[in-house]
Each structure stands twice: as structure tokens, then as C-alpha cells.
């Protein structure tokens, strides 16, 4: 302790992958994209998909980890992925898994607890 303050030397190492640039082979852009697709007409959702096709792999994963309507535990799931790749096949699961729940009265999706 030094003036009743904690003093730590942290270890960063296993985040020393997020300094680097991200790996766009390791991303299924085509799965993802049709799952997307999927996803997005299941909740009657018509996006821009010339937006959508200009993303780069990186920046297309971490947009649609924000803005798809994912449950909270779903979204750390996205946050907890160590590695680009990893978060893109969660995006992939949750995007397949969103698209084949079943429908309520109104047409809208319904969550199944």
C-alpha cells in the first residue's frame, strides 16, 4: 500500500489480440449474411443492405452485435467471444436461433423461456 491506496500491476496479456488487426478470412460473411436475412424477414424488418454489404467483416459483426434486439445474456455472449472469429460464429447462432423461434398471434416473434 502507498498512501491507503492498492497498488497492482495487472496482466493484460491474454488481450494482447485486440492490439492487432482483425482477421477477416476467419468470418463465413456469405452464412452470416443469410442469416441475416432470415433473421431480419422473420421479424418483418426491411434493412439497407447496401449499407449492410459495404461493412467491412469487422465492422459488420460488431454493428449487428449492437443492434439486433438480443437478450441481455445473449449480448455478453457476443462481449465474452476471445477471439473476432469466435464472436462472429455467436452472431451466426444467435441470428439462426432468432430466426427459427415461433411467431405469437401477431405475427411477431415470441421469446420461449
Known sequence: MRRGNRRVIGDF???????????DT???????????????????VEPNW????????D???VTLAMVCP???I?????LEAPTEAE???TLLALLRMGAAEPS?????PTRVS
Open 87 to 89: 464472436r462472429a460464429d
Open 70 to 72: 438480443f437478450e441481455p
Open 13 to 23: 496479456s491474454r488481450y494482447r489480440s485486440d492490439l492487432g488487426d482483425p482477421d
Open 104 to 108: 405469437g398471434p401477431s405475427g411477431a
Open 50 to 57: 447496401d449499407a449492410i454489404n459495404r461493412l467491412a467483416d
Open 74 to 78: 445473449e449480448k455478453q455472449a457476443l
Open 59 to 61: 465492422s459488420l459483426v
Open 26 to 44: 476467419a468470418i463465413d460473411r456469405d452464412g452470416l449474411i443469410d442469416a441475416l436475412r432470415g433473421y431480419f424477414s422473420h421479424r418483418g
